[in-house]
């Protein structure tokens, strides 16, 4: 049997049953309001009550229908501007990830008054209107941004930053950046983007008082703040060596506390060793300059702090020689260190030991300092011989070196 034969004879039943009751005590109702009274059965009453509960029902409903159908034929009612405004801003947003960025601001400043999300529509737009270089355009954005979003004034200020900076208004992103880190000083990345501003602006000073900052939050890869450093502490080195100290100070004290604000670590670094031993050596203090490049030496060889060590006068030039010799014995063949051995014994006037060293030096490796510095010193010996054919090895060097040319035929 189908459900519908069910229903059909559940409700002839029920209304059977409805009849005998109504048959048998049909009851009686009655309502009265001062004058007016009105008199029925009782079953009378609860029809005439399921009736009016059911036409509230209906128009109920009927009105529910038509507001809601309303909303959706209404172009300018609420749901329908945010459905728009949505479907601006995707097309807006695909713009922008396309690069056409004249195509981008104009859907999404159009979709923003209407959008649920405003502020990612302003800002994405002042993004593009920064990649048009209308730079106006942009500022005015971000204003909106803000009006429509006050809480989200970090992001606004983040974006603003970026744009100014790769605007190159270096100075007006750092003012940006230091409201915000004023506001937010915990706020890490506006930290990131300081010393990325201060690092195009080449203030080493305001960067080196960053750099513990940075280390500490771990802000950047340890190589790359290793590396931060690294620039830094060269840098500050590099420019106190091009301050001139006061006339009755010592030239180099500049150069010295540079050097002392090192970390340890960077101290032992050879090219950070061999820029301090130039600075020093230009300002007279080759003393220190050769304790430092002795020291730098022994954590570990680099062949250029052994070649400006031959170079600097220490204060015992014996000791100085005894020193390369004893490196010596762990690289016997190294040319730069042989050289330096053979320039540190012609300082103690050991011509023999001098000629020797410059000697093997020149035959590990063909180098014109070398052949120079031992051609000199053989014509001074009288081997005036021996000197010419250095010469002419130093000239067949540099001949593979020249252009090549029409000559004149030998004769």
Known sequence: ???????????????????????????????????????????????????????????????????????????WSKRNLQQRASALATRGLLEFAEGHWQQSVRLLKRSAPHSELPLINYLAAARAANELEDYAESDALLREAYEATPKADVAIAVTQAQLQMVRGQLEQALATLTRLRKDHPKHLYALKLMSQVYLRLEDWASLLELLPELRKHKVLREDEQQALEHRVHAALLAQA????????ADPASLVIAAWERMPKRLREDPELIEAYALQ???????????EALRAGLQQQFHERLANLYGLVKGKDCARQLVHVEQWLTQHP??????LAAGRLAQRNSLWGKARDYLEASFASRRDIQTCAELARLL??????????????????????????LPLPSER
């Open 333 to 338: 063949h190294n040319a730069t260190l042989l």
């Open 1 to 75: 049997m189908s459900k519908s034969y069910v229903a059909i004879l559940a409700v002839v039943l029920v209304a059977a049953l409805l009849g005998m009751a109504v048959a048998e005590d049909p009851g009686y109702l009655l309502i009265a309001w001062r004058n007016v009274s009105i008199e029925t059965s009782i079953w009378v009453g609860i029809g005439f009550l399921l009736a009016c509960w059911l036409l509230l029902w209906l128009a109920r409903s009927l009105w529910r229908l038509l507001t809601a159908s309303g909303r959706r034929i209404n172009p």
């Open 241 to 248: 060596g091009q301050r001139s100290a006061a006339a009755d």
């Open 379 to 404: 014509d001074r010996m009288g081997d005036s011989g021996g000197s010419q054919r250095i010469i002419r090895d130093g000239f067949e060097m540099l001949e593979d070196h020249l252009p090549a």
């Open 280 to 290: 020093l050596r230009g300002r007279g203090r080759e003393e220190m300059a050769e």
